[in-house]
């Protein structure tokens, strides 16, 4: 995996220095704002360097570049260059306030014309197996890669002076240029290694190591894809307490994603997932008012898809298989409970046996959170949708795909958020633990590793130290989004001093803070701060770990905050709780009485619709 670097040349530049400014006329290559690391070939035969009496500290470091050859303070370059454009640019030396000077840099970069020469080909060219250019059918106009990592090799100079666009000095517009069609173009062109290739390192293959500060985009657009997953199990349950369907999904396997308008996927639900508890979590269980119900006992949770659309799977590099598992609506009730009782998990295996001493103690055993585990475990014998439970259900499942699939290269993606969150991680366990993932090679030897990763958000912690370490041994992969102000992810376990055994995180966390958003109101409700929709705007926007801004890097629609709450500034004109069916559901009968009416027989609840609920 490699990145291109690209030579900066300077061309034709001559710099006078006057009293009160320094006139540049140059046409050095554009330099996108937010770039603060720029590697430029050292070879002197193109570079010179100007020597001056007088010089500001800035000046020395920006310009340092040019070489030794200086005639009356104006330095020339390399006359074999290709001719530049006349475009003059001005460097203003003012004083401020407190009588110290500062630097007023206007355009410039300016875009370079002409082909590359010779001299400047001495570049690591990206590589590209889906598609190769030679060097030399790189033109101008032409987005040349910079180095993202900054490579030294071949005496390349590294100037970190040119970090200014982050400088309290300087404004982003100051460094603002305009591309062939006059409009403004102030992000870094960068030639990108597709998905297909670098998958497994998104999936967490290296545990994402300079990923996460700053957000890479892949791994910035695929959070907010498998996020979308998370929401969707919000979208399509029934959680109106009046309703007979209370507790069920809305719609049927065949057609949720379209009924949900995201008809674009490119994946097919093969399975609905319930959940039952003997003694449910506040807030948890729905459970219908009517005398009519659809179900007692049970409420879906969640679902198992797999990847189908060819273009889908040639863009991702494998055929992924994705468990989504959905949280609480709008409570955090149940974390009142949620941190009373760890229990010992019967999955976990006994490191001990063949070996004298029987059994290991049960107090070395796995522990999790005992509402988390019963919720994950129970089934009921009278219940038509949770005779089996939500544990047996996912692994028969993904068991049956992994086999439909055999011989493809596959991953297995669980995402959930809040309670969800915990789901998933028991699921990566149980899959792991159980070796749902490793495939029997083709030669007999080494077993092939199916990569399983959990992509969860504000979910809380859920097992203790042992559970931890087993949760690495195994090498599975959980990246945790988590705002910084959210309850949830801090709530469980808090209570305990950090030296016990008592209840840790697993995975690597990747930090957010809802209150560097510009579109939402300065809100206390802790329910707001956990707001699934809230998460994935704040990735959107999220520029690092140091950064202060805040830009919606993928153009999400902010609207969405207001979907289950009321979270978005007033002057965005977006009503709170808009998502909702009309009338709520109801509908004018014969009779001139509003009513609940009965669902279309494709979208029951009912083992008599095993194929659409099931």
């Not at 979910?459 to 195994?474: T, V």
Request: proline share 5%; aromatic share 8%.
């Amino acid at each position: 995996m490699g990145y291109g670097s690209a030579a900066v040349t300077p061309s034709n530049s001559n710099i006078t220095e006057h009293e009160d400014a320094v006139e540049i006329n140059s046409s050095l290559p554009r330099m996108p704002q937010g770039t603060s690391l720029v590697s430029a070939q050292s070879d002197p035969s193109v570079l010179s360097k100007a020597s001056k009496d007088r010089r500001h500290r800035r000046h020395n470091s920006m310009f340092s570049i040019f070489s030794n050859n200086s005639v009356d303070k104006q330095c020339s370059v390399d006359e074999g260059s290709p001719s530049t454009t006349k475009s003059t640019t001005s460097l203003k030396k003012t004083a401020s306030a407190r009588l110290k000077w500062d630097w007023k840099l206007g355009d410039l970069w300016q875009t370079r014309s002409g082909k590359l020469t010779d001299s400047r080909k001495s570049l690591s060219p990206i590589t590209d197996p889906v598609s190769t250019q030679p060097d030399s059918h790189i033109h101008s106009g032409e987005s040349v890669a910079l180095d993202r990592i900054g490579s030294r090799e071949g005496g390349s100079l590294h100037y970190t002076s040119l970090g200014i666009f982050q400088s309290s000095k300087f404004s982003s517009s100051d460094f603002e240029t305009s591309d062939r069609s006059g409009s403004s173009q102030s992000e870094v062109e960068v030639s990108r290694i597709p998905l297909a290739i670098r998958w497994r390192e998104i999936q967490g293959l290296n545990n994402w190591d300079g990923l996460l500060d700053p957000l890479d985009e892949d791994l910035r657009r695929e959070l907010l894809r498998y996020g979308d997953f998370a929401q969707m199990c919000y979208d399509n349950f029934e959680d109106k307490q009046w309703s007979k369907y209370a507790g069920s999904a809305k719609y049927s396997k065949q057609n949720v994603f379209e009924k949900l308008q995201k008809p674009d996927t490119g994946y097919q639900v093969t399975r609905y997932l319930y959940v039952t508890c003997e003694n449910p979590l506040p807030g948890v269980i729905q459970s219908s008012l009517s005398s009519t119900r659809w179900d007692v006992q049970s409420n879906w949770m969640g679902f198992v898809a797999v990847a189908v659309d060819p273009k889908e799977i040639q863009r991702l590099g494998r055929r992924d298989i994705v468990v989504s598992w959905r949280g609480t609506m709008e409570t955090i009730e149940w974390l009142v409970d949620a941190q009373i009782q760890l229990a010992p998990m019967t999955l976990a295996p006994d490191p001990q046996a063949g070996c004298e001493g029987n059994s290991k103690p049960a107090i070395l055993k796995p522990k999790v959170e005992k509402g988390f585990w019963s919720l994950y475990t129970c089934k009921r014998s009278s219940s038509q949708f949770n005779q089996k439970s939500a544990s047996e259900q996912v692994i028969r499942e993904l068991s049956r795909l992994v086999t439909l699939y055999k011989g493809e290269t596959l991953s297995i993606t669980i995402t959930g958020h809040s309670l969800g969150g915990a789901l998933a991680i028991l699921t990566a366990y149980e899959v792991a633990e159980k070796g749902l993932n490793k495939l029997p090679s083709q030669n007999g030897n080494d077993s092939e590793i199916i990569p399983v990763t959990v992509f969860s958000f504000g979910s809380p912690r859920i097992g203790d130290a042992i559970f931890k370490k087993r949760f690495e041994e195994l090498d599975l992969k959980a990246l945790r989004v988590v705002n910084v102000h959210d309850v949830v992810p801090k709530a469980i376990g808090g209570i305990h001093p950090p030296w016990s055994d008592a209840y840790r995180h697993v995975g690597v966390e990747l930090q957010v803070n809802h209150k560097l958003s510009t579109y939402m109101k300065r809100t206390r409700d802790p329910v707001d701060w956990h707001s699934l929709e809230g998460y994935l705007h704040h990735i959107d926007g999220h520029q690092g770990s140091k950064s202060k801004e805040f830009k919606l890097m993928t153009g999400r629609d902010y609207a969405l905050l207001n979907k289950y709450s009321d979270i978005l500034k007033k002057e965005y004109c977006i009503p709170g709780h808009w998502w909702q069916s009309e009338n709520m559901g109801l509908v004018l009968s014969s009779e001139g009485k509003w009513i609940e009416p009965d669902r279309p027989l494709e979208d029951l609840p009912s083992l008599d619709n095993r194929e659409g609920f099931v």
